[in-house]
């Protein structure tokens, strides 16, 4: 419980320094007009309380992600807790917050179209295919997990495919109304509804006392298949939302469409980052207790959405219990519903398609859902259709971040003096190691089968050291064009 409780205390601390000094370095300014007052729409650009802003935020953010990413990174043991604490501190809720600012500043612009702004125009078409994409496997994920809790939980005698329709038909509603209308309303209660699922596992850990890993008890690789499932990278990939994950940053731009003011912006995105961590760490360390030795129940090959009615079943009230299944449903669908807004809003940008009629909002979005709907058929018809759906969905996600880490460091290189950019080139060079490694370590996922795993670290580096030599020769590039006109 010691590591526990300082771990929590260092994301606090995290989010009122490093979250002040991002927000110094950034330079926000609370004179400066915002997008949704100057392109205020009644649809996406849409004034809300700032309050209601970091809510929405959080819950598009959150989703299982620190629940399910969090359970699973737990198997690694106590190597978890400092991932998401350090993680979260310097690589995840800067790059939510500078994301969002940028975003803010450039009219509430799409991801894509950051990531051209900044790594070229190639990329910029490359990731706005690979973000839709994206978007869908987060519209997968978040339609499959609640459906599956809520008929396993309450419905066991109807069929998944009913809950799959209703979730996916409020998906469809979400996606096509005034973002103040549906998502600024009911997210607040869903939003307080999370956290008070996680407040209710604190206090089981005040009055159980469960065992969890210390620190000082060893770093040592816990999982159960550990030979095959090396920390590097395979934890880093396994806990994203609860550290870093590129998907908040396609969520990013929604709220910078509803902010009146930029002071607003660390609350919002830092904050609600640092918030996520919070909630990663809680479920951490409920389930290192649970996969540890002094477990009072056998958790052998459960996954994340199997260990969240195990810990809620044991330690809680039948009452308690179900709330905390419902925060877990909620958290789910409310990022799947905004995932796939965000995918019709980067196709809108793609395709500079008026998005205020909404017979223009249904021409983009029933094509995304057309295909969410397929690939949801693949991942309920087969048992392990879900699965690899996830694998894919968590890499694509980091390699996301990525990406948007490297954008956000060309953007300080360009516009800050001094070193400032280090702030998200180490991350950034951090992730590329990760995400670079992973295809060529991991045994089921990437080439890790047929290559020794010395020579994918070898491979992974090799990545990472030739992306730094490209951003060094292309800063210096620029540096020369911008200073040979004053030598003229």
Request: hydrophobic fraction near 55%; glycine fraction near 8%; charge should be positive.
């Amino acid at each position: 419980m010691i590591t526990f409780c300082i771990a929590l205390v260092l994301l606090v601390l995290g989010y009122l320094i490093y979250g002040k000094l991002s927000e110094r370095v950034f330079g926000a300014d609370p004179k400066r007009e915002t997008p949704a007052q100057y392109m205020a729409d009644g649809v996406d650009y849409v004034p809300m309380k700032p309050w209601r802003i970091y809510l929405i935020q959080f819950l598009n953010i959150a989703g299982v992600g620190p629940i399910c990413g969090a359970i699973m990174g737990a198997q690694f043991g106590s190597a978890s807790f400092l991932w998401i604490v350090f993680g979260s501190i310097f690589a995840g809720a800067v790059h939510d917050y500078m994301a969002g600012m940028i975003s803010l500043r450039e009219k509430g612009c799409s991801l894509p179209e950051i990531h051209g702004n900044y790594l070229g125009n190639g990329v910029k078409q490359f990731m706005r295919g690979f973000m839709v994409l994206l978007m869908i496997l987060v519209g997968v994920v978040f339609v499959n997990t609640p459906a599956t809790l809520l008929n396993a939980h309450f419905t066991q005698n109807w069929n998944v495919y009913i809950w799959v329709v209703i979730i996916l038909c409020y998906y469809l509603i979400a996606t096509l109304l005034p973002i103040d209308k549906l998502i600024g309303r009911i997210y607040p209660v869903f939003g307080f509804l999370l956290l008070g699922m996680a407040v209710a596992i604190v206090v089981a850990f005040v009055v159980k006392q469960p065992a969890i890993p210390e620190l000082w008890d060893g770093l040592e690789n816990r999982h159960p298949d550990a030979a095959h499932n090396p920390i590097f990278p395979m934890m880093f990939i396994s806990i994203a939302c609860g550290a870093i994950s590129g998907f908040h940053a396609t969520q990013s731009p929604l709220m910078a469409r509803c902010m009146t003011n930029e002071k607003q912006g660390r609350p919002i995105f830092y904050g609600a980052m640092i918030t996520e961590g919070v909630v990663a760490l809680i479920w951490a360390a409920a389930a290192a207790y649970f996969f540890g030795p002094n477990s009072p129940v056998d958790t052998t090959g459960k996954g994340g959405p199997a260990m969240v009615g195990v810990i809620a079943d044991t330690w809680f009230t039948p009452v308690i219990a179900v709330i905390t299944i419902l925060g877990v449903i909620s958290a789910a669908v409310t990022s799947g519903d905004t995932a796939l807004r965000s995918a019709r809003l980067i196709v809108a940008d793609f395709m500079n398609y008026n998005q205020k009629p909404i017979k223009n909002r249904l021409i983009v979005a029933i094509p995304i859902f057309l295909v969410t709907a397929a690939i949801l058929v693949y991942s309920l018809a087969d048992a392990k259709g879900f699965d690899v759906i996830w694998r894919y969905f968590a890499w694509a996600n980091q390699f996301l971040a990525t990406f948007t880490l490297w954008a956000i460091t060309v953007y300080l290189r360009r516009n800050k003096q001094g070193f400032w950019y280090l702030m998200t080139l180490l991350p950034a060079l951090f992730m590329t190691m990760v995400t670079g490694c992973f295809l060529f370590v991991a045994e089921k996922e990437g080439l890790g089968s047929v290559l020794p795993r010395p020579v994918g670290y070898g491979i992974g580096a090799a990545i990472t050291v030739l992306v730094l030599v490209i951003f060094l020769w292309k800063s210096k590039k620029a540096q020369n064009q911008e200073s040979s006109p004053k030598a003229a």
